[in-house]
Nanobody
Framework: VQLQASGGGSVQAGGSLRLSCTAS????????MGWFRQAPGKERELVAG????????YYADSVKGRFTIPRDNARNTVSLQMNSLKPEDTAVYYC?????????????????WGQGTLVTVSS
């Protein structure tokens, strides 16, 4: 599967951004989906994950209550709605697809990556 991410940009602290990731192919609903991020000088970390059906989600503690990860299997898309953004959310964000639940997959074992999209939050 090929993943195409979009929606990054610059925003002030407290603002919102929505990232989108569109998958090619006809097997999107067979994959667990997620979003990772990588800040300068830091390792890539899991931000959020969602099951194939969308019935269950996972969020890193640092984003709980602020981010949501909806998916639309009919449109082959997964999004990351980011509210109440903080400067520490500044990073390159990557969408990911795997045949295992995303929280169980380390970044170095993810099957498919989208290209990164930069999110910059200024104070």
């Amino acid at each position: 599967v090929q993943l195409q991410a979009s929606g990054g940009g610059s925003v002030q602290a407290g603002g919102s951004l929505r990232l989108s990731c569109t998958a090619s192919g006809h097997t999107f609903n067979m994959y667990f989906m997620g979003w990772f991020r990588q800040a300068p000088g830091k390792e890539r970390e899991l931000v959020a994950g969602i099951t194939r059906s969308g019935g269950s989600t996972y969020y890193a503690d640092s984003v709980k209550g602020r981010f949501t990860i909806p998916r639309d299997n009919a449109r082959n898309t997964v999004s990351l709605q980011m509210n109440s953004l903080k400067p520490e959310d500044t990073a390159v964000y990557y969408c990911a697809a795997d045949d295992l639940p995303i929280p169980k997959v380390t970044a170095d074992r993810v099957d498919y990556w989208g290209q990164g999209t930069l999110v910059t939050v200024s104070s």
